[in-house]
T-cell receptor, first 116, second 115 residues
Framework: AQKITQTQPGMFVQEKEAVTLDCTYD???????LFWYKQPSSGEMIFLIY??????QNATEGRYSLNFQKARKSANLVISASQLGDSAMYFC?????????????FGQGTELSVKP | DGGITQSPKYLFRKEGQNVTLSCEQN?????MYWYRQDPGQGLRLIYY???????QKGDIAEGYSVSREKKESFPLTVTSAQKNPTAFYLC??????????????FGDGTRLSIL
């Protein structure tokens, strides 16, 4: 079965510090993509970063980086230099080639709170 | 600016009533999706469409219906058969039909409540 697991319902981080949000995934497919989305309290889903299963380098996008460990099936999001505006829900998601039109499979999410 | 527009932002449904949620995109994307989000949960797929005049059921399609008469539009109808419709509904689109590499772009969502 294909599944995403986020084991941290809530996280706190001090402003300007780095934080890691955990994500593990389960799939027997060789070709898949891993995504992180941010959902502020207003509800929209904002795409942050993508990692392909065949990518050898960890993805980075500004203050976001994805720590991809394929053998462990983990795809943790690292946010450096946290800002107050980073407070939101964060979802890890997976997309598998040929699976229901390329639907995204989401984890339960992690609520991040940045403290001043 | 290109994007996905969902309307209305808030919607209330009476018992026995069907309601339709609108989703329009001007990104020229082929694939469109409807997801449902319950409080404290991730998103679950209701329906998806990869081309005009074709759509497929997702994981929780019961009580919902869709149409795809135009590439830009993918409306979702919540029927009276959906006994627990209160949720946040998100529409998404993607340029690739099934490839894993492209992110899905989301609208701002519609919050549906029952009266």
């Amino acid at each position: 079965a294909q599944k995403i697991t986020q084991t941290q319902p809530g996280m706190f981080v001090q402003e300007k510090e780095a934080v890691t949000l955990d994500c593990t995934y389960d799939t027997s497919d060789q070709s898949y993509g891993l995504f992180w989305y941010k959902q502020p309290s207003s509800g929209e889903m904002i795409f942050l970063i993508y990692q392909g299963s065949y990518d050898e380098q960890n993805a980075t996008e500004g203050r976001y980086s994805l720590n991809f460990q394929k053998a462990r099936k983990s795809a943790n999001l690292v946010i450096s230099a946290s800002q107050l505006g980073d407070s939101a829900m964060y979802f890890c998601a997976m997309r598998v080639l040929g699976n229901q039109g390329g639907k995204l499979i989401f984890g339960q999410g992690t609520e991040l709170s940045v403290k001043p | 600016d290109g994007g996905i527009t969902q309307s209305p932002k808030y919607l209330f449904r009476k018992e026995g009533q069907n309601v339709t949620l609108s989703c329009e995109q001007n990104l020229n994307h082929d694939a469109m999706y409807w997801y449902r989000q319950d409080p404290g949960q991730g998103l679950r797929l209701i329906y998806y469409s990869q081309i005009v005049n074709d759509f497929q059921k997702g994981d929780i399609a019961e009580g919902y219906s869709v149409s795809r008469e135009k590439k830009e539009s993918f409306p979702l109808t919540v029927t009276s058969a959906q006994k627990n419709p209160t949720a946040f509904y998100l529409c998404a689109s993607s340029p690739e039909k099934e490839g894993p590499g492209q992110p899905q772009h989301f609208g701002d969502g519609t919050r549906l409540s029952i009266l």
